[in-house]
């Protein structure tokens, strides 16, 4: 009788859970996995009022989406133009939008709200761009627009997701302080469109910023703008604008310090013309000093050879005029990790035939000892290379030696090979490589002929990462010979050096200067190995 309770008993224990079983996973819903990713924004199913409405007179917008939806960075990217004094107040209710007036509307107006990225859908965060309602509390709307395209003023290629604006004359005075209420994004192509624009006079700027505010910041944000103003009276579509980093006006050091290894780095928010630097106190370690700045000139690098001062003053000097003094301090009792390394101008552990062995190490080298360096052609050991200090960088090496094809290189350093300030030394390394084939590379010969005589142009070759790798300047009918490159896509941009200083100039808002224009030359110049391809570029009038 116990036996039959027991058994019982279990069964009916496990029908409970197998029932508890059933329940909870009937209960518990999941997402279903796998599948392709959503890249869908959300959808506007119903506006209430319809978009476009005449003769507005509601208090509160309402739009449903096919989706639940989040506004991200509603205060930086909402805009209603007009402006109001107490702006709308947005809300989200499951899939509806809910836009409230507090503010009175002013009587046949035109208002735009810009939704700019605010819109995004919940899982993915797909952002639904340029989204706008309209509507006018007349009976009419506001109907004129301006379009055009958005550019690098360097590379002349679109600017994707770029900030076209417009400021009404009378607020022109916000422009860099305030976020305008009339914008736009470019889509895929660069292009813009601003609509539902009344007649007037504005201002028009294209901003390719970093912070997202829609304010333009100097430092770091690229800008492009129409020099005269625009008198709106009927529509305009090819308003075309390139944007640039315009340099700063006044100098400023933005960062300054003394590196864990005891060398001193700066940071500069200029490009110098002709930068010097001069160590003014302790003034005895002016002489010693090694100083480098970079390819741009807008940071500097500095190794003293003696570490014991309490501080340091600094000046740097551009064209000649002395533009800052700058003091650093340093504790009595800290000390420096230095440890000595190199780069190599090695392509993928091949070298540069036209080349030889380079190496730069990261502190100025004072000597170098031969035999700590061991070289293996084919793992038998060479005797007849030779050291070559770089007569021009103070941090360079170069090995000189008759590199074979098909032949496979090792070079070991042995720990002291080299000796930087400080008696600080390497340790052990080797460097594995190859000679590149003459077969791998080739040369291009360009006629170049300007459009006008004695007027001064940049030629630069530009690789297929988009990197300058030789830059010529010339003033009349000039043939030009490429010699030894890999075989690749080159291209050809040329600078209207208007002002004959060599360099690039860009613009100034505040002076209305547009940047010095760049073409580039559209014709991809493919390089083919052991080719000599001839072109000829006809550069076109400014």
Request: glycine residues 4%; proline residues 4%.
């Amino acid at each position: 009788m116990a036996k039959n309770s027991i058994v019982s008993n279990f069964r009916l224990f496990a029908s409970l859970l197998l029932l508890t079983s059933l329940i909870y996973s009937c209960a518990s819903i999941q997402q279903p996995q796998g599948g392709p990713r959503d890249t869908t924004p959300p959808k506007v199913l119903k506006i209430e009022p319809k978009n476009l409405t005449t003769n507005f007179n509601a208090k509160k917008i309402s739009i449903e989406f096919d989706e639940y939806f989040k506004l991200q960075n509603e205060f930086k990217e909402f805009s209603i133009s007009p402006e109001l004094k107490v702006a709308p107040t947005l809300k989200t209710k499951k899939k509806v939008l809910e836009i409230s007036f507090t503010d009175s509307l002013e009587k046949n107006t035109t208002y735009t709200l810009n939704f700019g990225k605010a819109i995004t859908d919940i899982n993915e965060s797909n952002v639904l761009k340029n989204f706008s309602y309209v509507f006018s509390t007349g009976s009419k709307l506001d109907s004129l627009s301006i379009k055009g395209k958005i550019t690098n003023s360097t590379t002349g290629e679109p600017e994707i997701e770029a900030v076209a604006f417009l400021l009404p004359i009378k607020r022109d005075s916000i422009f860099g302080k305030s976020r305008p209420s009339i914008y736009t994004l470019t889509d895929s192509s660069g292009n813009y469109s601003l609509n539902n624009l009344r007649e007037g006079t504005y201002k028009i700027y294209a901003l390719k910023e970093k912070g997202g505010d829609k304010i333009y910041q100097q430092s770091t944000d690229e800008i492009g703008f129409i020099k005269d103003s625009i008198v709106l009276k009927h529509n305009l579509d090819t308003v075309n604008m390139s944007v640039f980093k315009e340099d700063a006006t006044v100098f400023r050091i933005l960062d300054r310090r003394i590196n864990a290894d005891g060398s001193i780095s700066f940071a500069l928010n200029q490009k110098l013309k002709k930068p010097e630097v001069t160590i003014m106190e302790p003034a005895t370690l002016d002489a010693t000093k090694f100083s480098k700045f970079s390819k741009n000139n807008d940071s500097l690098k500095i190794w003293l050879t003696d570490l014991s001062f309490d501080s340091t003053k600094i000046s740097i000097k551009s064209d000649g005029k002395l533009l800052q003094s700058s003091t650093l301090t340093r504790g009595k009792k800290e000390t420096y990790t230095r440890s000595l390394s190199a780069i190599d101008n090695l392509e993928e552990r091949t070298l540069n035939p036209n080349k030889s062995l380079k190496l730069t190490f990261n502190f100025p080298i004072l000597s170098a000892d031969a035999s700590k360096i061991t070289l293996l052609e084919d793992s038998v050991e060479r005797k007849n290379f030779t050291l070559v200090k770089d007569s021009s960088d103070f941090l360079s090496y170069h090995i000189k030696y008759p590199w074979r094809i098909k032949k496979t290189y090792q070079m070991k350093f042995e720990a002291g090979a080299f000796t930087a300030i400080f008696n600080t030394k390497n340790k052990e390394f080797t460097k594995d490589f190859k000679l590149g084939s003459k077969d791998d590379y080739g040369s291009l010969i360009v006629k170049i002929i300007p459009p006008e005589k004695n007027k001064s142009y940049i030629v630069e070759i530009i690789d297929g990462n988009k990197n300058a790798v030789n830059t010529m300047v010339i003033t009349n009918d000039t043939t030009a010979r490429f010699a030894n490159y890999k075989a690749g896509k080159y291209f050809i941009r040329i600078t209207y050096d208007n002002n004959k200083n060599g360099r690039w100039d860009t613009g100034s808002v505040t002076e209305g200067r547009q940047p010095e224009k760049i073409w580039n030359e559209p014709k991809e110049l493919s390089i083919r190995a052991l080719w000599e391809r001839n072109e000829v570029i006809n550069i076109p009038k400014e």
